[in-house]
Each structure stands twice: as C-alpha cells, then as structure tokens.
C-alpha cells in the first residue's frame, strides 16, 4: 500500500498502481469530473499516471492557474496536427509553452504566412469539437527512430537519437496523430476550450543555429476563457501603443544605432527626463542620510576574483587586455557590470569603528553588462547603463532596521512617480550554486524573513533564486495595463565583506565584519525610464515632462504677447517652448499632443486683451481661461518635483 497525503493534510491509502483518477474518484466524482491532471511532489502528471510511492498529491482543476500550462501545451499538439492535415509533407520540430502561450517550429518548403493562420485556427477548433483523448506510449528507441523515419520526420529522428541512452521514449496520442512528448497532457482535446488566437509567424533556425535549416514558427496564446484571452488581446493592443520606442520616437527622446549596439543616443528631451529622474533620486536618497560617492568604471580582474564575480558572471563582462603591459601588470580590467566592489574599496579605506555605521554609500555608477543582440529590447535591456546602487555598512544590531528604512525608501519613490499599487516582494532565497557558508545564509535568510514579517507588505517566497553571494528581496510593480516588472532589489550580503577583508572596531575593542546590503530602487535607470514611459503612455508627470508647456499662437499679431509669456514661464524655471509658425492652431495643438506636451498656453486677440491665456490639458477638448499670472503659478506650483 501507498500513502497520498492531500493538500489540507488528510491521507489516504491505496495499492500500488492505482490511477490519480482513480483517487480523484473515491474522494468525490465531482473532482473527478473536473480534474485535468495532478501534481505530485511539486511535479505534474496525467490522471491517468499509476502511483508507485508514497507522495504530497494536489489535483489540479481546469479553473487553476496551473492549468494554463497545460492548456497551452494541449494547444500547441492541436496545432501541429492541424497544420499537418491542412499542409501534407510539413515537418513538426519541437512546441514548448511559453510565458502567455506557446509556439511550434515547423519545417517546409515555403513558410507559412499570417494569412494562413484563420485556415489553422479553424481546423484546431474542429479537432478540439472532436474531442480526442490524449493518452500515452512507451516506445523503444528504435520502434520510434523507425516510425518517425518511415514519415520523413528527420528533425524528430534527430531528437530521439540524440536522448541519453536511459531515457524514456514516451509518445502521446490524440486521435490518429501523434508525437514524441514528454507530457503531461490534459484528458481530452475538449479541455483545451475555445479562448486561444494564432497570432503571428516568425522565422527561426534549427536548434538555433544560423548554420541549421531554417523554420517557420507559430505563435499562438490560449487562456481558459474568453475573458482572459479578451484582456490578454487588449493588453497587447495597449503595449503597442505605448511601446517606449515608438513613443520615444515620437517624442524626440532617444534613438540606437548598430555601430553603439545596446547603449543609447539620448536627445535633449531624453536627457531631461533622465537628469530630472537622478536629480530627484539625489534629494531623495541625500534626505535618507546617505553619502554619495563615484568609483572607476574600469578594475582589476583581481577586485572580481575577490568578490566572486569572475568565476560566476566573467561571461556577462567586457574584458580589456591590454598586450603592451609588462608581465608584472599582466592581469585583464573588466569594465564594472555592478559597483559593489568599488564601494567596498572606499568603505576600505581608512579605519572604521562601530560609531561609523551604518555607512549608507550611494552611487549611481556606469555599468557595463553584455547581453546577446537577441535579448536586447529598447531601453529595457541595453549593455551601458546607470544603476542607483548603494551599499550599506552595518552591524548586527542596526541590519533589520537598515533593511526596513530601505523598503520605506523604495515605497516613498515608487508612490512618487505614480507605481506605488499592488507591489508585490520576491523573497529569494539561497541557490544551487553559490558562495558562502550556510551559517551565513541562515543569518541572511532570517534577517530578510524577520523583516518581512514587520513590514506588513504582500510578498511571496521565490525558493532557491537569490544571487550567488546573497538571499534578496525583489520588488515587482505593476503597470497601468496590467504587467509586472521587477525593479528595487534589497540583498543582504554576508559573503562579500568576508572576501574583501572589510572590519570595524566593535564596542569590545576587536575587529568584527560588517554586513553589506546591496540595495537598488529604480535598478537601471535607463530601463525604468522605459516602464515610465510606458506607463504613462508618454503622458509623464508635469515635473518629469521635457517640454511642459508650449505657447501657441493663433495669428501672428499675438506673437510678441507670446514671446512674453513664455520668458514668463521660463523666469520661474518652467520648460517652456513657443510655436508661432504659420499655422492653424488646431495643427498645432493635435502636433504637441503628439508628442505628449502636457499643456499648451493658447493666445489669440483676446488673451492679449484679456491679459490672460487659454490652458488646453492633453488629452482634454476644452480651453480653461486665466490671467497670466494666475497661470504661471499654477503650473509652476504643479511642475514642483517631489522631495
């Protein structure tokens, strides 16, 4: 006998070789009926999977959210069979699942294109009415080369051969098709439902390799109703139109260029908005009692050996050798991906005691990171970027309180720039491969789970993905459409003080290691600018807007009145531009709010008569009348940056 313990801690008994459906039966045909596949120890099977041990089960239901996988991955086996009887002689590579859908490479002689796509659509839907159940084999290596190479199947023969030796050949079926898969699959085609959409064709080599035959690759979405897929589709269409590159070209702000590849060209309306953001986090983090401070963006190979950092991200790190030097100085430089170990040096230099901490070192240092040209994306992951890093230098006693004072920081900014809602905090712990002793995790691990229990903030435990050197708290926003990003990130560092032989004299006179908390809010400030961006869809708030006000004139005689107004604006520090061109005002007005000027002072004969302007907002149909005074410090008083 076997023992399944269910998840409200309840067990059961059962022979060895009774289904998970079977289970699912005794304890109600309900369940049953509803269950589409279980997991057992954190991993998911079939129902109709024969239990041999004793094991944690969870049966998983359609409406689950792990359910999404599955009904993805069901998707995608629909699909290929679809394509396959809607197009004779097409080769099926490989159809994983992904964040939101999932895809399928195939191979033929003309690829397919986006008008091809309704055709499969509708076949996959008669396949799913069909209501095949999806079952599975286990088949010899070489009952399987044989089948697959009698189809011409050649990507899927090259697949199996290359299998360790011991692995499992397992097929799944659904209906007369099949392929080779690992599972799990739900019970029947019917279970995948009606919410999924074909949505786009793309080209990808063979294993990804240029030197490998090219494929045609499906991208599909499913969803387990309508109303999800409905959101997840206008999502999509509001990510578009406010995709940071197309605004930021409609903006002026930044463009990129193949000979800088990953580092970007900042227009003055760009820098603004950039110098505007680091200016505030200077008052900002200056307000919370820390020190600035600026180190070399090039180092020693020798600081990183130090730190840990060559032997865990040398390959994320651009290397400078230098031929010429004497063999005395032959070590490589590194440009610096992260500012930790210069920080460590200025905290280093000169004798530190207890009175000295904390010592909150900030610095929004140049880093230098090599990502491949397929990952890059905008703003979003560029190779030269600022970080607002800081580290801070503490006892013991003082490190949950730091840890707390830096998570009020990091709320403090985020409500600033309008992305306070729904914060969510990662707690990440110890990985696999890391550094350090394990007393000295359990240290760091407690520290940060003690904090969270204090801070009252929603968070949610993320096993095992912490960074080499430390266990750490991810902060992950919320846009105005729905996306999460992970931006502030609190790590505390345990490992690294050790190895840069960092000390302070403690209260008994001896030499005692402080602790290193790593801390970021915005992260790469290139990178934020873009989440800003798109989620004020280039509507920015009046104090980060590059150009906050235009003065548009609607006939040239209130051109002087105009050149006025906006030394006016100008005077009291307001960034203010003057357009008198030769032009209709409702030209002018549909060009600056194109590119998402918040405010336009419009004057014609009345105004100048009147002494006055007339305030259109963007996004707004209407003229508010004021004096020009009164305007002035209105928006004046709007344009004051936080803190």
């Given at each position: 006998?076997?023992?399944?313990?269910?998840?409200?801690?309840?067990?059961?008994?059962?022979?060895?070789?009774?289904?998970?459906?079977?289970?699912?039966?005794?304890?109600?045909?309900?369940?049953?009926?509803?269950?589409?596949?279980?997991?057992?120890?954190?991993?998911?099977?079939?129902?109709?999977?024969?239990?041999?041990?004793?094991?944690?089960?969870?049966?998983?239901?359609?409406?689950?959210?792990?359910?999404?996988?599955?009904?993805?991955?069901?998707?995608?086996?629909?699909?290929?069979?679809?394509?396959?009887?809607?197009?004779?002689?097409?080769?099926?590579?490989?159809?994983?699942?992904?964040?939101?859908?999932?895809?399928?490479?195939?191979?033929?002689?003309?690829?397919?294109?986006?008008?091809?796509?309704?055709?499969?659509?509708?076949?996959?839907?008669?396949?799913?009415?069909?209501?095949?159940?999806?079952?599975?084999?286990?088949?010899?290596?070489?009952?399987?080369?044989?089948?697959?190479?009698?189809?011409?199947?050649?990507?899927?023969?090259?697949?199996?051969?290359?299998?360790?030796?011991?692995?499992?050949?397992?097929?799944?079926?659904?209906?007369?098709?099949?392929?080779?898969?690992?599972?799990?699959?739900?019970?029947?085609?019917?279970?995948?439902?009606?919410?999924?959409?074909?949505?786009?064709?793309?080209?990808?080599?063979?294993?990804?390799?240029?030197?490998?035959?090219?494929?045609?690759?499906?991208?599909?979405?499913?969803?387990?109703?309508?109303?999800?897929?409905?959101?997840?589709?206008?999502?999509?269409?509001?990510?578009?139109?406010?995709?940071?590159?197309?605004?930021?070209?409609?903006?002026?702000?930044?463009?990129?260029?193949?000979?800088?590849?990953?580092?970007?060209?900042?227009?003055?309306?760009?820098?603004?908005?950039?110098?505007?953001?680091?200016?505030?986090?200077?008052?900002?983090?200056?307000?919370?009692?820390?020190?600035?401070?600026?180190?070399?963006?090039?180092?020693?190979?020798?600081?990183?050996?130090?730190?840990?950092?060559?032997?865990?991200?040398?390959?994320?790190?651009?290397?400078?050798?230098?031929?010429?030097?004497?063999?005395?100085?032959?070590?490589?430089?590194?440009?610096?991906?992260m500012s930790c170990p210069g920080n460590a040096q200025l905290y280093n230099y000169g004798v530190k005691s207890y009175r000295d901490l904390p010592i909150r070192?900030?610095?929004?240092?140049?880093?230098?990171?090599?990502?491949?040209?397929?990952?890059?994306?905008?703003?979003?992951?560029?190779?030269?970027?600022?970080?607002?890093?800081?580290?801070?230098?503490?006892?013991?006693?003082?490190?949950?309180?730091?840890?707390?004072?830096?998570?009020?920081?990091?709320?403090?900014?985020?409500?600033?720039?309008?992305?306070?809602?729904?914060?969510?905090?990662?707690?990440?712990?110890?990985?696999?491969?890391?550094?350090?002793?394990?007393?000295?995790?359990?240290?760091?691990?407690?520290?940060?789970?003690?904090?969270?229990?204090?801070?009252?903030?929603?968070?949610?435990?993320?096993?095992?993905?912490?960074?080499?050197?430390?266990?750490?708290?991810?902060?992950?926003?919320?846009?105005?459409?729905?996306?999460?990003?992970?931006?502030?990130?609190?790590?505390?560092?345990?490992?690294?003080?050790?190895?840069?032989?960092?000390?302070?004299?403690?209260?008994?006179?001896?030499?005692?290691?402080?602790?290193?908390?790593?801390?970021?809010i915005l992260g790469s400030v290139e990178r934020f600018i873009g989440v800003l961006i798109e989620h004020y869809a280039g509507k920015l708030p009046l104090w980060?807007?590059?150009?906050?006000?235009?003065?548009?004139?609607?006939?040239?005689?209130?051109?002087?009145?105009?050149?006025?107004?906006?030394?006016?604006?100008?005077?009291?520090?307001?960034?203010?531009?003057?357009?008198?061109?030769?032009?209709?005002?409702?030209?002018?007005?549909?060009?600056?709010?194109?590119?998402?000027?918040?405010?336009?002072?419009?004057?014609?004969?009345?105004?100048?008569?009147?002494?006055?302007?007339?305030?259109?907002?963007?996004?707004?149909?209407?003229?508010?009348?004021?004096?020009?005074?009164?305007?002035?410090?209105?928006?004046?008083?709007?344009?004051?940056?936080?803190?």
């Open positions: 006998m076997i023992t399944i313990t269910l998840p409200n801690g309840n067990t059961l008994e059962f022979a060895t070789g009774t289904s998970c459906l079977e289970v699912a039966k005794s304890i109600a045909k309900s369940l049953a009926k509803a269950a589409v596949a279980v997991d057992l120890d954190n991993q998911l099977h079939d129902l109709s999977f024969a239990l041999e041990k004793n094991c944690a089960m969870n049966i998983i239901k359609r409406e689950d959210d792990r359910a999404l996988e599955l009904i993805r991955h069901d998707a995608a086996h629909v699909m290929a069979e679809a394509v396959q009887k809607l197009f004779p002689g097409t080769q099926v590579t490989i159809g994983p699942t992904i964040e939101n859908g999932f895809y399928y490479d195939f191979y033929r002689k003309e690829p397919f294109s986006a008008e091809d796509l309704p055709k499969i659509e509708k076949k996959m839907r008669q396949i799913i009415e069909q209501n095949h159940p999806f079952t599975r084999e286990i088949w010899s290596r070489a009952e399987a080369i044989d089948f697959f190479k009698n189809k011409g199947e050649r990507f899927k023969v090259e697949l199996i051969e290359d299998l360790p030796e011991d692995e499992t050949i397992t097929i799944y079926k659904q209906g007369e098709w099949l392929d080779l898969c690992r599972g799990p699959h739900m019970p029947s085609t019917k279970y995948i439902g009606t919410a999924f959409k074909l949505m786009k064709v793309a080209g990808a080599y063979w294993r990804g390799d240029s030197n490998k035959p090219m494929l045609s690759r499906i991208y599909g979405t499913a969803w387990r109703t309508q109303d999800e897929l409905d959101t997840h589709l206008h999502q999509l269409e509001e990510a578009e139109k406010r995709d940071h590159r197309k605004v930021g070209k409609e903006m002026e702000l930044f463009h990129f260029q193949d000979e800088a590849p990953g580092q970007v060209f900042w227009h003055n309306n760009g820098w603004i908005i950039y110098t505007e953001l680091l200016a505030y986090m200077r008052r900002k983090v200056r307000n919370h009692n820390y020190i600035e401070v600026n180190t070399p963006q090039m180092l020693d190979s020798r600081f990183w050996q130090a730190s840990g950092h060559w032997e865990k991200y040398r390959e994320n790190m651009f290397i400078i050798n230098d031929d010429n030097k004497g063999e005395k100085d032959k070590n490589p430089y590194a440009l610096k991906p070192m900030a610095e929004f240092g140049r880093v230098f990171r090599q990502e491949a040209s397929g990952a890059r994306h905008g703003l979003m992951r560029v190779q030269a970027f600022t970080q607002d890093d800081a580290h801070i230098f503490c006892s013991d006693e003082q490190l949950e309180d730091e840890v707390i004072a830096m998570c009020d920081l990091i709320k403090e900014v985020y409500t600033d720039l309008g992305m306070a809602k729904n914060i969510v905090i990662n707690f990440s712990t110890r990985p696999e491969e890391r550094i350090g002793s394990d007393e000295d995790w359990d240290r760091a691990e407690e520290a940060l789970q003690k904090v969270l229990e204090r801070i009252g903030m929603k968070w949610i435990l993320n096993a095992g993905d912490g960074a080499f050197y430390a266990p750490k708290l991810d902060f992950i926003l919320t846009d105005a459409i729905g996306r999460e990003w992970q931006c502030g990130t609190i790590q505390v560092d345990m490992n690294m003080p050790t190895r840069l032989e960092m000390s302070y004299t403690a209260v008994d006179g001896q030499r005692h290691t402080p602790h290193m908390i790593h801390r970021a980060l807007a590059p150009v906050q006000v235009v003065v548009a004139t609607i006939t040239s005689d209130t051109e002087r009145y105009a050149n006025k107004v906006k030394d006016d604006l100008v005077k009291v520090g307001i960034r203010a531009n003057l357009d008198i061109r030769n032009e209709k005002i409702g030209y002018k007005i549909r060009d600056h709010s194109n590119k998402k000027v918040p405010v336009i002072f419009v004057l014609g004969k009345q105004e100048i008569l009147a002494n006055s302007v007339a305030i259109r907002r963007l996004g707004s149909q209407v003229n508010k009348i004021m004096s020009i005074k009164d305007a002035i410090t209105l928006i004046k008083d709007e344009a004051t940056p936080p803190a």
